[in-house]
């Protein structure tokens, strides 16, 4: 059973800057895989913010486009979401998986707070 693990949230001003992580327990990082990063807000569906596939081609959501930046180490298993300019329209639990998400159940997500 694959676990995903994610880190790196917290309580950020607006303008600030954060980055996640997220580890695999097992290797999902073949090339062939589209990795994402989604986000759930308080009353919302969850979304997807961003993905990245094997070759390294990225794509993200409109809010977030110039200033998230999603990258992957297929080495390491870990995929990362660089934010910056952040917004309280941005306070969520983020959460990776696959795209489309297929991992089951999904990881704990990491709380991200964007308040004054």
């Known amino acids: 059973q694959v676990q995903l693990v994610e880190s790196g949230g917290g309580l950020v001003q607006p303008g600030g800057s954060l980055r996640l992580s997220c580890a695999a327990s097992t290797s999902i990082f073949n090339t062939g895989v589209v990795l994402g990063w989604y986000r759930q807000a308080p009353g919302k569906q969850r979304e997807l913010v961003a993905s990245?596939?094997?070759?390294?081609?990225?794509k993200y959501t409109d809010s977030v486009k110039g200033r998230f930046t999603i990258s992957r180490d297929n080495f390491k298993k870990m995929v990362d979401l660089q934010m910056n300019s952040l917004s309280p329209e941005d306070t969520a639990v983020y959460y990776c998986n696959t795209f489309p998400a297929t991992i089951r159940p999904w990881g704990q997500g990491t709380q991200v707070t964007v308040s004054s």
């Open positions: 990245i596939n094997g070759g390294g081609s990225t």
